[in-house]
């Protein structure tokens, strides 16, 4: 396997770099050659979402009372507001 320098990395980018290697909890090389195959098409960039999916059926019937009882005030219309 090929070794190279990459040179031209300023301190924002080396910031950048490190931070998405410690989120990814890999090394700064593994990330630098996971992000060269994202970019070049020799992996699929692994989609971050941020919706509340994972939470979706995990409720359960004390839950969604409680939930109930602590929302239930938004049933409410204030009158003087909307006329």
């Known amino acids: 396997m090929k070794t190279v ?6 301190e924002e980018m080396e910031k950048i770099l490190k931070k998405e290697a410690q989120k990814a909890e890999t090394s700064l090389n593994t990330t630098i050659l996971n992000l ?11 989609k971050v979402y941020q919706d509340l999916d994972e939470l979706a059926g995990t409720w359960n019937e004390k839950d969604e009372e409680i939930f109930k009882e602590n929302t239930q005030f938004f049933d409410k219309i204030d009158k003087e507001t909307w006329n």
């Open 5 to 10: 320098s990459l040179r031209g990395i300023d």
């Open 36 to 46: 060269i195959r994202e970019s070049i098409g020799l992996r699929k960039r692994h």
